[in-house]
């Protein structure tokens, strides 16, 4: 084996908590280690919130350690108290399948599920959804203490909301995954973002406490701006993998209109960019700063959507800011559209005219070169006659739109 994995890790910033860490930092430097991370099966697609774990998953496996996917098709049905605030619906076992199917297929341009080293992917419900609650009890429930669990974060921040007994089972299942994947494939390590460290290190502890044998924990540091708010948001919502959801253009445009301050961690937690490579480019922080943002759009553009469809997206945003006009993202309209605060609802531009309005008062809304101000105003004359005309919405969204 070559470079110890968690060298890497570290040098890119992943690494936020461990357990055992010199014991861990031996295992993997000198054999193959199985490992997991579990991803929820609440959509069709994975999005940008998961995309740190899947990088960190290829890096681990470079390094000769093995994969295990746990879609959490039996957690996910009652819901992870980690922050958040809505209670998971329940899912039929076909639509988890169908979720499972879809990740599938995203991850694979990520890892590899061939091979010695081969990824793996599970279910949590073909053991969770028919456990022997009172064996459950007994073998499992005897091992934790409720008066440590009332100390972790994840349980604590929920205090004055209320916190079910459905949620509070969660610490227990999460474990117990990690004991079954330990039993079956030999699994030694749980890896995960920072706000899963309670639910992992119970697992470890479990193993530990049941087996007498060594399981380890690791978070990742969180996908967040330099002001703490996650990234992966827009205010049209996720950012998602499936270019159904989000298109290579918008994605593109996400990751080249991230703030200056955030790109340098970008680019070492995300992309596998040499550490020389994204010094130099982030070396200058004035508009040199764009190279380096353009270049973070499209290693991730080209990972998730292919080289050609980066290609395109990086084209589409070159055109946008004064280029082809052919190579910007297209939308149409019918020819009876006369209001232009219609027109930025009909492209997406806007989600409802009341916003459409807004957007025009605060002067983010141009036809071709002619800025627009007034909340009611019509398309111009010119811009229907010749056919078609170029709407620009603030700084970042130009879409060429077509007059049918």
Known sequence: MSKNVMDTLRERGFVKQTVFEDDLYELLGKESVPF?????????????????????????????????????????????????????SMMTRETVDYHCECFRKQMSRFIDFEGENGAVMVNNADWLANLNYIDFLRDIGVHFSVNKMLTAECFKSRYERGLSFLEFNYMLMQAYDFLVLYKKYGCRLELGGDDQWSNILAGADLIRRKERQPAFAMTFTLLTTSDGRKMGKTAKGA????????????????????????????????????????????KYKDERINVAKETLAFELTKMVHGEEKAEAARSQAKAAFGGNAEDMPTAEISKDTVAVSDVLVAVNAAKSKSEARRLIEGGGVKIDEEKISDANAELPASAKEKGEFILHKGKKVHIRVLVK
């Not at 499936?242 to 918008?250: A, F, G, R």
């Not at 040499?274 to 982030?282: A, D, M, N, V």
């Open 239 to 282: 950012v998602w993998l499936d270019e159904n959801k989000t298109s290579p253009y918008e994605f593109y445009q996400y990751w080249r209109n991230v703030d200056d301050a955030d790109v340098e961690k970008c680019l070492k937690l995300l992309t596998f960019l040499s550490l020389e490579e994204i010094g130099e480019l982030c």
């Open 36 to 88: 997991y991370i579990g991803f929820d099966p609440t959509a069709d697609s994975l999005h940008v919130g998961h995309f740190l774990q899947l990088i960190a998953m290829k890096h681990m496996q470079m390094a000769g350690h093995k994969p295990i996917v746990l879609i959490g098709g039996g957690t996910g049905m009652i819901g992870d108290p980690s922050g958040r605030t809505d209670m998971r």
